[in-house]
């Protein structure tokens, strides 16, 4: 297991998809903010406003980036997403992530 | 929307029931925890160690404490479990909740 230590968490959960996507905030000294979120199975699409970097902590699934293939994404891997664009996602198991925006 | 501030969160989520009720451990500098997860729609049941509240940010459910009937909660209501005991859920909606031990 992995903590984040002195950090602000927002109590009410993130919740789309009608609760098959969810996540909580976490903000950090510096200003920045990560989610921690769970993903159920199914499709999936999300718009970005900032770049974000996924980290893959337990699951498995595939990801469409802009202008990519599907790629298979494993527990322990990650994949980055430009600013102001969208991802498409496959949730085959239950997947549990970390989301990082730059 | 609160926050819990100078705390310490686990990364990795608790995950049961195939994912359909997860939640984050948040730690604190006084040594305490507490949860906060997410129900999605199903009939549940926990069990205790420590003496457990219940607080319901958002969602629609009934809970059958040990010895008592069924009793409707609904988002800022909250319900006490005693320590080394069980409880059982009907969940209507999706439920946002923070579980504090004692």
Same mark, same amino acid.
């Given at each position: 297991?992995?903590?984040?230590?002195?950090?602000?968490?927002?109590?009410?959960?993130?919740?789309?998809?009608?609760?098959?996507?969810?996540?909580?905030?976490?903000?950090?000294?510096?200003?920045?903010?990560?989610? =921690?979120?769970?993903? +159920? %199975? $199914?499709?999936?699409?999300?718009?970005?406003? @900032?770049? /974000?970097?996924? #980290?893959?902590? *337990?699951?498995? =699934?595939?990801?469409? +980036? %802009? $202008?990519?293939?599907?790629?298979?994404?494993? @527990?322990? /891997?990650?994949? #980055?997403?430009? *600013?102001?664009?969208?991802?498409?996602?496959?949730?085959?198991?239950?997947?549990?992530?970390?989301?990082?925006?730059?």
């Amino acid at each position: 297991m992995s903590q984040f230590t002195d950090v602000t968490i927002t109590r009410e959960a993130n919740i789309y998809f009608d609760g098959k996507v969810t996540s909580r905030s976490v903000h950090f000294a510096d200003g920045s903010h990560k989610t =921690l979120g769970i993903m +159920l %199975p $199914g499709d999936y699409e999300f718009g970005t406003e @900032a770049k /974000e970097l996924m #980290e893959i902590l *337990a699951g498995d =699934l595939e990801v469409q +980036l %802009p $202008g990519e293939g599907w790629k298979k994404v494993a @527990a322990g /891997e990650s994949f #980055e997403v430009p *600013a102001n664009s969208s991802f498409k996602l496959k949730i085959y198991a239950v997947t549990d992530y970390c989301c990082s925006y730059f």
